[in-house]
Structure formats: C-alpha cells, structure tokens
C-alpha cells in the first residue's frame, strides 16, 4: 500500500500558486520524499524530491513540515499545460528503490 | 539528461502471441530498471525490479514466466509478454536509476493492446 495521502482532485486558476498538500505520516527517517506528474498518456515526469529540507527548483517548491509528517508541491504560476495528476511518494535510499503509488492527485489549471 | 526511452510507443497484438517491449537509458547506466503497468483511470502499479546482470524480483501477484524480463546490459531492459490474452492490455511504464542516484526517470510508456 502506498504510504501517502492526497486529495483526489483540485483545481487551480491560471496564473496562481498550486498548492498541493501530501500526509505521510508513517515516513521513515531514511525516506526521501518525491513529486511525479503523469500527462495523460505519458510516463510519470520527475518534478522535485527532499528528505527534510524545503527544495526549489525550476519547476516548482517543495516545503516539508519539521516532523516530516506531510508536505506541499508548490507551483508557482500554474499554466494550463500544468494540467496533471500529480504523485506524492516515500522511498527509502536503498538498493531496491521501489516506488509505491497512491491515486495521486488530479489537478486541472483552469483558463 | 535523464532521457529514458521506449519501443514501441503503441503495439497491438493477437490473442496468443508475445510480445517484446523495450526500455532503454539513452545517457547514462542504469544499475536498476523497474516495470510498470497501468490500467485505464488507474494508478502505475509496480510489476517487477530489474537488476543488471541478475533476476529480476517480481511482486506479489505478477507471474513471471508470464512477463519475462532481461536486464543484459547497462542502457537496456526488455519485457516480454508471452502469450499474451486480452486482459494483458494495459499500459506498460518503465523507469531507470542509475547507481547511487536517488531518481527514478520514466519512460513514454508502451500502449499494448491484444485483440
């Protein structure tokens, strides 16, 4: 079973922040926290990842609570082609690096 | 960087056949791939871990002398559906990761669909 939780669907305006919050409550203190979007009909897009500090890159934020418990993918100006499902997910640095995926969430950026 | 490619993007089949799907890191060495599938409105559920030069580890439920896997080499994996039935049609993802590297990058993904 996946180890996270995300809100089924969310909208956004174009032009705003997204914010899309992700509960893993049961992290591990080994385990990295990643972001995948998945287009439709394409593979998963890698977008950020972290273990407890907050990350910037050219895509989006990520902010990680103190106790790790959850955390939120910020993108900064939503644009339509944001439009996703976006994939919250907990993996250990270990040779096996398996990625469970949960439903994620289905963000749609709105015109 | 991080490119991950896949043959075919789309293949139909007939019931009974087999068919090969390819994955292939195009810049660097993958030490790890791992194998995907996932059906219509659903989430990618994790089939199999490859390792180069060994087995592959399947998970729970996946027969593996349905879905064969070969990691011979550094830049390629290929799965291998034999026999394959109409409810093998799905959409099959791979991903890679190199040695020491925390990421998995995905590939485009193969639509197999078997009549």
């Known amino acids: 079973d996946a180890k996270t939780t995300q809100p089924t669907s969310m909208d956004c305006a174009e032009g705003r922040a997204a914010n899309l919050p992700c509960n893993h409550s049961?992290?591990?203190?080994?385990?990295?926290v990643y972001w995948y979007r998945q287009i439709h009909s394409q593979g998963p897009q890698y977008i950020i990842h972290?273990?407890?500090n907050n990350e910037t890159n050219e895509m989006a934020s990520l902010i990680i609570t103190e106790d790790r418990k959850s955390s939120t993918l910020i993108l900064p100006h939503a644009t339509l082609r944001d439009t996703a499902v976006y994939y919250c997910?907990?993996?250990?640095?270990?040779?096996?690096?398996?990625?469970?995926f949960g439903t994620g969430t289905r963000l749609k950026v709105l015109a | 960087g991080a490119v991950v490619s896949q043959h075919p993007s789309r293949v139909i089949c007939k019931s009974g056949t087999s068919v090969k799907i390819e994955c292939r890191s195009l810049d660097f060495q993958a030490t790890t791939m791992f194998w995907y599938r996932q059906f219509p409105k659903q989430s990618l559920m994790l089939m199999a871990t490859?390792?180069?030069?060994?087995?592959?580890?399947?998970e729970q439920g996946v027969e593996k002398d349905k879905f064969l896997i070969n990691h011979a080499s550094l830049t390629l994996s290929t799965l291998t559906v034999t026999s394959a039935h109409p409810e093998d049609s799905s959409f099959y993802i791979c991903?890679?990761?190199?040695?020491?590297?925390?990421?998995?990058?995905f590939g485009p993904g193969t639509r197999l669909l078997v009549l």
């Open positions: 049961t992290i591990s203190g080994n385990e990295y």
């Open positions: 997910i907990v993996s250990p640095y270990s040779r096996t690096y398996k990625y469970i």
């Open positions: 972290g273990l407890k």
């Open positions: 490859s390792n180069e030069g060994s087995k592959a580890t399947y």
């Open positions: 991903s890679a990761r190199a040695g020491g590297e925390e990421t998995q990058y």
